[in-house]
Antibody
Framework: QVQLQESGPGLVKPSQTLSLTCTVS??????????WSWIRQPAGKGLEWIGG???????NYNPSLKGRFIISIEASKNQFSLKLSSVTAADTAVYYC????????????WGQGTLVTVSS | EIVLTQSPGTLSLSPGERATLSCRAS???????LAWYQQKHGQAPRLLIY???YRAAGIPDRFSGSGSGTDFTLTISRLESEDFAVYYC????????FGQGTKLEIK
Protein backbone atom coordinates (compact mmCIF):
# COMPACT_ATOMS: atom_id res chain seq x y z
CA GLN A 1 0.00 0.00 0.00
CA VAL A 2 1.51 3.28 -1.12
CA GLN A 3 1.56 6.04 1.47
CA LEU A 4 2.57 9.68 1.15
CA GLN A 5 3.50 12.01 3.98
CA GLU A 6 4.14 15.72 3.76
CA SER A 7 6.61 17.50 6.01
CA GLY A 8 7.77 21.07 6.39
CA PRO A 9 7.31 24.25 8.40
CA GLY A 10 3.79 25.25 9.33
CA LEU A 11 4.65 28.95 9.41
CA VAL A 12 6.59 30.96 6.85
CA LYS A 13 7.25 34.69 6.78
CA PRO A 14 6.20 36.78 3.77
CA SER A 15 8.80 37.02 1.00
CA GLN A 16 10.57 33.88 2.24
CA THR A 17 10.81 30.52 0.45
CA LEU A 18 8.54 27.67 1.48
CA SER A 19 10.01 24.18 1.31
CA LEU A 20 7.92 21.04 1.63
CA THR A 21 8.89 17.40 1.27
CA CYS A 22 6.75 14.39 0.49
CA THR A 23 8.05 11.00 1.60
CA VAL A 24 6.68 8.02 -0.28
CA SER A 25 6.53 4.58 1.31
CA UNK A 26 5.23 1.25 0.08
CA UNK A 27 6.82 1.55 -3.35
CA UNK A 28 9.72 3.09 -5.21
CA UNK A 29 9.21 6.61 -6.47
CA UNK A 30 11.14 5.75 -9.62
CA UNK A 31 9.05 2.74 -10.65
CA UNK A 32 5.97 2.99 -12.78
CA UNK A 33 4.50 5.87 -14.74
CA UNK A 34 3.40 8.47 -12.24
CA UNK A 35 3.44 12.21 -11.83
CA TRP A 36 4.32 12.94 -8.22
CA SER A 37 2.28 16.04 -7.62
CA TRP A 38 1.59 18.92 -5.28
CA ILE A 39 -1.91 20.29 -4.79
CA ARG A 40 -3.02 23.07 -2.50
CA GLN A 41 -6.29 24.10 -0.93
CA PRO A 42 -6.86 27.47 0.77
CA ALA A 43 -9.21 27.32 3.72
CA GLY A 44 -12.79 26.83 2.61
CA LYS A 45 -11.84 26.73 -1.07
CA GLY A 46 -11.23 24.19 -3.79
CA LEU A 47 -8.26 22.18 -4.98
CA GLU A 48 -5.52 23.60 -7.18
CA TRP A 49 -2.86 21.47 -8.88
CA ILE A 50 0.50 23.18 -8.51
CA GLY A 51 2.62 20.83 -10.56
CA GLY A 52 4.18 17.43 -10.73
CA UNK A 53 7.38 15.61 -11.48
CA UNK A 54 7.70 12.49 -13.55
CA UNK A 55 9.78 9.55 -12.43
CA UNK A 56 12.50 10.67 -14.86
CA UNK A 57 12.79 14.03 -13.08
CA UNK A 58 10.92 16.05 -15.69
CA UNK A 59 8.60 18.56 -14.01
CA ASN A 60 5.52 20.39 -15.21
CA TYR A 61 3.58 23.17 -13.56
CA ASN A 62 0.11 24.63 -13.61
CA PRO A 63 0.22 27.19 -16.44
CA SER A 64 -2.21 29.39 -14.51
CA LEU A 65 0.28 29.93 -11.71
CA LYS A 66 3.18 32.31 -11.87
CA GLY A 67 6.56 30.60 -12.02
CA ARG A 68 7.47 30.67 -8.32
CA PHE A 69 7.36 26.90 -7.88
CA ILE A 70 10.10 24.31 -8.23
CA ILE A 71 9.43 20.60 -7.82
CA SER A 72 12.33 18.19 -7.51
CA ILE A 73 12.79 14.51 -6.81
CA GLU A 74 15.30 12.76 -4.57
CA ALA A 75 15.10 9.14 -5.57
CA SER A 76 17.62 7.89 -3.02
CA LYS A 77 15.32 9.04 -0.21
CA ASN A 78 12.10 8.17 -2.04
CA GLN A 79 11.03 11.78 -1.69
CA PHE A 80 9.96 14.69 -3.83
CA SER A 81 9.88 18.31 -2.82
CA LEU A 82 8.22 21.65 -3.48
CA LYS A 83 9.86 25.03 -3.19
CA LEU A 84 7.76 28.18 -3.43
CA SER A 85 9.60 31.48 -3.44
CA SER A 86 8.47 34.98 -2.43
CA VAL A 87 5.46 33.73 -0.50
CA THR A 88 2.56 35.98 0.39
CA ALA A 89 -0.55 35.55 2.51
CA ALA A 90 -2.30 34.24 -0.62
CA ASP A 91 -0.09 31.14 -0.44
CA THR A 92 -1.59 30.16 2.92
CA ALA A 93 -3.23 26.79 2.33
CA VAL A 94 -3.20 23.09 3.06
CA TYR A 95 -0.63 21.54 0.77
CA TYR A 96 -1.12 17.95 -0.35
CA CYS A 97 1.23 15.64 -2.15
CA UNK A 98 -0.42 13.06 -4.35
CA UNK A 99 0.32 10.46 -7.00
CA UNK A 100 -1.09 11.18 -10.44
CA UNK A 101 -1.35 8.19 -12.70
CA UNK A 102 0.25 9.03 -16.02
CA UNK A 103 -1.98 8.18 -19.01
CA UNK A 104 -5.00 7.76 -16.70
CA UNK A 105 -4.65 11.24 -15.23
CA UNK A 106 -6.26 10.80 -11.86
CA UNK A 107 -4.86 11.01 -8.34
CA UNK A 108 -4.98 7.63 -6.65
CA UNK A 109 -2.97 8.25 -3.48
CA TRP A 110 -2.82 11.38 -1.34
CA GLY A 111 -0.90 12.53 1.67
CA GLN A 112 -2.86 13.78 4.67
CA GLY A 113 -1.93 17.38 3.90
CA THR A 114 0.04 19.99 5.80
CA LEU A 115 -1.18 23.47 6.69
CA VAL A 116 1.18 26.25 5.72
CA THR A 117 0.49 29.73 7.06
CA VAL A 118 2.27 32.76 5.66
CA SER A 119 2.45 35.42 8.33
CA SER A 120 4.99 37.71 9.93
CA GLU B 1 -8.73 26.75 -21.08
CA ILE B 2 -11.33 24.26 -19.91
CA VAL B 3 -13.48 25.21 -16.93
CA LEU B 4 -15.35 22.66 -14.83
CA THR B 5 -18.55 23.87 -13.22
CA GLN B 6 -20.17 21.74 -10.55
CA SER B 7 -23.77 22.05 -9.52
CA PRO B 8 -25.45 22.53 -7.25
CA GLY B 9 -23.04 24.32 -4.94
CA THR B 10 -24.78 22.78 -1.95
CA LEU B 11 -27.16 19.84 -1.92
CA SER B 12 -29.29 19.17 1.15
CA LEU B 13 -30.67 15.65 1.40
CA SER B 14 -31.59 13.07 4.00
CA PRO B 15 -30.02 9.66 4.57
CA GLY B 16 -31.59 7.09 2.30
CA GLU B 17 -32.25 9.59 -0.48
CA ARG B 18 -30.61 9.64 -3.90
CA ALA B 19 -28.00 12.28 -4.68
CA THR B 20 -27.22 13.52 -8.17
CA LEU B 21 -24.19 15.78 -8.59
CA SER B 22 -23.31 17.45 -11.87
CA CYS B 23 -20.00 18.42 -13.43
CA ARG B 24 -20.13 20.40 -16.65
CA ALA B 25 -17.08 21.19 -18.78
CA SER B 26 -16.80 24.34 -20.87
CA UNK B 27 -15.72 22.20 -23.81
CA UNK B 28 -15.80 18.53 -24.57
CA UNK B 29 -13.42 16.40 -22.51
CA UNK B 30 -12.50 12.79 -22.77
CA UNK B 31 -14.49 10.63 -20.39
CA UNK B 32 -11.30 8.61 -19.95
CA UNK B 33 -9.88 11.53 -17.99
CA LEU B 34 -12.80 12.47 -15.73
CA ALA B 35 -12.58 11.57 -12.05
CA TRP B 36 -14.57 12.22 -8.88
CA TYR B 37 -13.27 12.65 -5.34
CA GLN B 38 -14.85 12.82 -1.91
CA GLN B 39 -13.39 15.09 0.76
CA LYS B 40 -14.50 14.98 4.35
CA HIS B 41 -13.74 17.82 6.71
CA GLY B 42 -10.08 17.91 7.69
CA GLN B 43 -9.16 15.01 5.41
CA ALA B 44 -7.46 14.59 2.08
CA PRO B 45 -9.62 13.91 -0.96
CA ARG B 46 -10.36 10.27 -1.73
CA LEU B 47 -10.70 8.90 -5.24
CA LEU B 48 -14.20 7.58 -5.92
CA ILE B 49 -14.59 7.29 -9.68
CA TYR B 50 -12.12 7.37 -12.57
CA UNK B 51 -12.62 7.34 -16.32
CA UNK B 52 -16.08 8.78 -15.67
CA UNK B 53 -17.69 5.52 -14.58
CA TYR B 54 -15.21 3.15 -12.95
CA ARG B 55 -15.29 2.82 -9.19
CA ALA B 56 -11.96 2.96 -7.40
CA ALA B 57 -10.94 0.07 -5.19
CA GLY B 58 -13.02 -0.24 -2.04
CA ILE B 59 -15.71 2.23 -3.12
CA PRO B 60 -19.25 1.00 -2.37
CA ASP B 61 -21.49 0.28 -5.34
CA ARG B 62 -23.99 2.94 -4.24
CA PHE B 63 -21.56 5.37 -5.93
CA SER B 64 -21.77 5.52 -9.71
CA GLY B 65 -20.53 7.85 -12.41
CA SER B 66 -21.77 8.53 -15.89
CA GLY B 67 -21.59 11.02 -18.69
CA SER B 68 -19.61 12.05 -21.72
CA GLY B 69 -18.64 15.11 -23.70
CA THR B 70 -19.36 18.08 -21.49
CA ASP B 71 -21.80 16.62 -18.94
CA PHE B 72 -20.88 14.20 -16.19
CA THR B 73 -22.82 12.97 -13.18
CA LEU B 74 -21.98 11.36 -9.87
CA THR B 75 -24.89 9.49 -8.35
CA ILE B 76 -25.15 8.15 -4.83
CA SER B 77 -28.08 5.78 -4.86
CA ARG B 78 -28.97 5.71 -1.16
CA LEU B 79 -27.18 8.18 1.05
CA GLU B 80 -25.55 6.97 4.22
CA SER B 81 -24.40 9.25 7.02
CA GLU B 82 -20.73 8.94 6.02
CA ASP B 83 -21.48 10.22 2.50
CA PHE B 84 -22.08 13.80 3.60
CA ALA B 85 -18.96 15.58 2.40
CA VAL B 86 -17.66 17.76 -0.42
CA TYR B 87 -17.32 16.21 -3.87
CA TYR B 88 -14.97 17.35 -6.61
CA CYS B 89 -14.75 16.42 -10.24
CA UNK B 90 -11.38 16.55 -11.99
CA UNK B 91 -10.34 16.33 -15.60
CA UNK B 92 -7.08 16.39 -17.47
CA UNK B 93 -6.64 18.72 -20.42
CA UNK B 94 -3.24 20.33 -20.58
CA UNK B 95 -2.99 19.87 -16.82
CA UNK B 96 -5.15 18.48 -14.03
CA UNK B 97 -8.08 20.72 -13.19
CA PHE B 98 -10.72 20.46 -10.46
CA GLY B 99 -14.25 21.73 -10.29
CA GLN B 100 -15.15 24.05 -7.44
CA GLY B 101 -16.93 21.31 -5.51
CA THR B 102 -20.43 20.38 -4.36
CA LYS B 103 -21.15 20.24 -0.65
CA LEU B 104 -23.54 17.44 0.24
CA GLU B 105 -25.13 18.24 3.59
CA ILE B 106 -27.67 16.57 5.81
CA LYS B 107 -31.15 18.03 5.50
Amino acid sequence: QVQLQESGPGLVKPSQTLSLTCTVSGGSITRGTYYWSWIRQPAGKGLEWIGGIFTTGSANYNPSLKGRFIISIEASKNQFSLKLSSVTAADTAVYYCARLRYFDWYFDYWGQGTLVTVSS
Amino acid sequence: EIVLTQSPGTLSLSPGERATLSCRASQSVSSAYLAWYQQKHGQAPRLLIYAASYRAAGIPDRFSGSGSGTDFTLTISRLESEDFAVYYCQQYGNSPLFGQGTKLEIK
